[in-house]
């Protein structure tokens, strides 16, 4: 039979064990403003943050792990001690989708932790704008959804743009109905942006069908809205709820389970392999025969998995396209760079948007 140990002795080894760690903490602290003189007595201006170099850590610690914390519990710990310690070094400015209680917040916060300096962008051009104009170092916007696919604005500012993609993160997507009313029966109008409207669209026709639907900017802007009218009401999240105080009325209304928003990091770095990396490129081939097989064949050729594939209107000629592609490894990694070499020889244009970490949390 196991000792019952006392909750005063317990809590006595718990008041030690945090002093230890506060100290561990801030020895890790220390060792990080030293990174940051050592980089900038080498001439280092730019940002310190290293996605390549976080995504090893951040693994590292989920494969050493011992438990009883779960791997992801571990790893999102980490994530605050290295956000805080590199908010020592040089303050990190991401743009996001805003206003704030948005997913891309979210997404953003769980890919750079909340030491983080986040600024609230209206549109992800904008969001674009601030990090080609150095406004930013990076920012977060939104790709791709399981339930509705890509996203068409990402994609498309993508064609003109510099910048890469320095990481990717996945956020698991739960839809709230929100309002001031204390029944569904009052609401006269419903506000969401339109991906969330979509993801929504079977329980919205069930238990609101006669309810006009209203698309708006982002989700966080329509719990904004409805927290103006006690007759409207929002499609959002919790943070949202109580960011605007509203009610919530019914949770969890998207009508696919798994219903997940991947989102893309984008900046001006191009990270390091770390052995579980993913590419992403846009390929243009014109309006050919057999074009979408030369693009596809050097990959099978060198045993390259293939994780998807869009195609988008190019707008620069009739019924031409390009493609956005995103396959496994690095562009560093040899059978990578003897496919991409081939391809390059194939197109019209190959554009390789970025060599980054798979999403590790």
């Given at each position: 039979m196991s000792t019952i140990i006392p909750l005063s002795e317990l809590r006595q080894q718990i008041d030690s064990i945090d002093q230890q760690i506060l100290q561990l903490i801030n020895q890790r602290a220390e060792?990080?403003?030293?990174?940051?003189?050592?980089?900038?007595?080498?001439?280092?201006?730019?940002?310190?943050?290293?996605?390549?170099?976080?995504?090893?850590?951040l693994r590292r610690i989920k494969e050493i792990n011992p438990g009883p914390l779960s791997d992801n519990t571990a790893a999102h710990l980490f994530r605050e001690v290295m956000s805080a310690c590199l908010a020592l070094e040089k303050p990190l400015e991401v743009a996001y989708l805003g206003p704030q209680g948005t997913f891309t917040q979210q997404a953003t916060f769980k890919h750079f932790g909340h030491a983080v300096k986040d600024i609230p962008v209206p549109t992800i051009n904008e969001i674009f704008q601030a990090v080609e104009s150095g406004?930013?170092?990076?920012?977060?916007?939104?790709?791709?959804?399981?339930?509705?696919?890509?996203?068409?604005?990402?994609?498309?500012?993508?064609?003109?743009?510099?910048?890469?993609?320095?990481?990717?993160?996945?956020?698991?997507?739960?839809?709230n109905l929100l309002g001031k009313m204390d029944s569904m029966a009052e609401i006269t109008e419903v506000y969401s942006h339109q991906q969330s409207l979509a993801q929504c669209r079977q329980w919205l026709n069930t238990h609101l069908p006669n309810v006009a639907c209203t698309a708006v900017s982002s989700n966080a802007e329509a719990a904004r809205l409805a927290s103006l009218d006690p007759t409207k009401a929002a499609i959002a999240s919790l943070v949202a709820a109580e960011l605007y105080d509203l009610k919530v009325l019914e949770k969890n209304i998207e009508d696919e389970a798994n219903n997940t928003t991947r989102f893309i990091v984008i900046g001006q770095q191009q990270p390091a392999s770390t052995g579980i990396d993913k590419t992403s490129i846009?390929?243009?081939?014109?309006?050919?025969?057999?074009?979408?097989?030369?693009?596809?064949?050097?990959?099978?050729?060198?045993?390259?998995?293939?994780?998807?594939?869009?195609?988008?209107?190019?707008?620069?000629?009739?019924?031409?396209?390009?493609?956005?592609?995103?396959?496994?490894?690095?562009?560093?990694?040899?059978?990578?760079?003897?496919?991409?070499?081939?391809?390059?020889?194939?197109?019209?244009?190959?554009?390789?948007?970025?060599?980054?970490p798979k999403a590790v949390i």
């Open positions: 060792c990080a403003i030293q990174v940051a003189k050592t980089k900038q007595a080498e001439g280092e201006t730019g940002s310190f943050y290293r996605p390549d170099r976080e995504a090893q850590v406004h930013c170092q990076f920012g977060v916007v939104p790709v791709e959804n399981s339930t509705e696919g890509v996203i068409a604005h990402t994609l498309d500012r993508f064609i003109n743009s510099p910048l890469q993609i320095c990481g990717e993160v996945e956020i698991r997507v739960h839809h846009l390929v243009s081939t014109g309006n050919q025969p057999g074009a979408l097989h030369r693009i596809l064949a050097p990959f099978a050729e060198n045993g390259i998995s293939m994780a998807h594939i869009e195609s988008r209107p190019s707008r620069q000629g009739l019924w031409e396209y390009v493609f956005f592609i995103d396959i496994d490894g690095h562009r560093d990694d040899s059978d990578v760079a003897k496919a991409l070499d081939t391809l390059q020889n194939n197109v019209k244009l190959l554009k390789i948007l970025g060599s980054y």
